[in-house]
């Protein structure tokens, strides 16, 4: 008998991937369930980007192996899209490299700077990536918790009276991911305060900034983040590209090139034609990211229509493309509430208890949904 390494002992298949599965099974036997539970934008790229991939794909050289540092006109592309949107500078040759999605990123930071019995510091409620990740390469996953008291931001106060001696590196998302709050730069400006104190590598999760969000921030904006932070970024939701897999974590030049390392060692470049995709959209005006916006302000009009009807309160300042959702006082738990709207009104949300125990009694809705689905939704209430 071939036994699996025991690093899987430690990590569950991905929820998503498995109730997904149990939807997909609904939809064969006729159910017409509308999943309202994933991010994957539905909207389509622009097509200044779809003819950019189009014509690399006839350019002489495009189907070959391409670097692992990407293209340096998308590294500058990337540069220049974080000078002209946060006002940050960052070094195009030393300070970029490009990856094939951030979540990729996610366990390359990991392997690059996590020995075995190292700790991370992961949000709760926050991403489940940050935690599976962290178990797989064999170190500890300790949880700060957030609340909607506190804005969904840390206490770093509280956080400062633990034992931090092992800890190595410290999971941030702002926009907050799933609750949609904010982090202003002068909040970043603790952390970064607390990271250099506590000689934490700090890394930002920033693939929300531009969904209905008027006041992109980066942490890199912060005077000496580039020490102790490392930002990832991803043209995902910015630019409907999800499943083209493009990414990014910018930072200092010693620990972009630590992530380099391993990187090199594991996967080969991104495409040609998907890299000059991602230069085209980096280049995107104003109007492009006024008109996503309209969209999702419009669904997020609906959404919270459908929301008020499950008697659920949410903030109405929360950006990016979910609706966080608190369930009323006295519901069932957060999956067996889920479970009882999928069954019985063939929808499909996530429940809050996927992205840690502090996401118990809330759901969340994705705006990645069209309109006339929302309202199909609404009118089964």
């Known amino acids: 008998m071939i036994r699996t390494a025991n690093r899987l002992h430690t990590v569950e298949e991905y929820y998503f991937s498995k109730k997904l599965r149990e939807v997909r ?13 994933i991010g994957s934008p539905d909207l389509a790229p622009s097509e200044a980007i779809i003819k950019s991939i189009q014509d690399a794909v006839l350019e002489e050289g495009a189907h070959q192996y391409q670097s692992y540092q990407g293209l340096p006109e998308l590294r500058q592309g990337v540069a220049d899209f974080y000078s002209e949107k946060f006002g940050v500078t960052v070094d195009p040759l030393t300070e970029i490299l490009p990856l094939m999605g951030s979540k990729e990123g996610i366990m390359h930071i990991s392997m690059a700077f996590l020995n075995e019995g190292d700790v991370a510091l992961i949000p709760n409620p926050g991403y489940p990536t940050y935690t599976s990740v962290t178990k797989l390469v064999g170190a500890e996953a300790k949880y700060y918790n957030l609340s909607a008291e506190s804005g969904w931001f840390p206490d770093l106060e509280e956080l400062q009276e633990h034992d931090l001696s092992k800890v190595k590196i410290m999971w ?14 002068a909040q970043f400006e603790k952390l970064v305060e607390f990271a250099q104190k506590n000689d934490i590598l700090l890394v930002n999760d920033n693939p929300y900034s531009f969904v209905l969000n008027d006041a992109p921030v980066s942490i890199l904006a912060v005077d000496g983040a580039k020490e102790v932070a490392l930002e990832l970024n991803s043209l995902s939701k910015t630019f409907n590209m999800a499943g083209w897999r493009v990414g990014m974590v910018l930072g200092g030049a010693e620990h972009i090139n630590a992530v380099l390392k391993v990187k090199s060692n594991m996967d080969s470049g991104m495409f040609y034609g998907i890299q000059k995709g991602a230069i085209e959209a980096l280049k995107s005006d104003q109007d492009w990211f006024d008109r996503l916006n309209e969209v999702y302000r419009s669904r997020k009009a609906l959404m919270c229509q459908l929301a008020d009807k499950l008697n659920c309160t949410y903030d109405t300042d929360a950006v990016g493309m979910f609706l966080w959702a608190k369930l009323p006082e006295g519901s069932k738990s957060a999956e067996e509430f889920i479970d009882g709207v999928l069954y019985e009104k063939n929808l499909f949300i996530t429940p809050g208890t996927i992205f840690g125990s502090k996401g118990e009694g809330y759901i969340r809705f994705s705006l990645c949904v069209p309109e006339e689905k929302i309202k199909e939704a609404i009118s089964r209430f």
């Open 25 to 37: 099974g609904l939809i064969a036997e006729g159910r017409p369930v509308i999943n309202m539970g």
């Open 172 to 185: 941030t998302s702002y926009p907050h991911m799933p609750t949609g709050a904010t982090a202003t730069k």
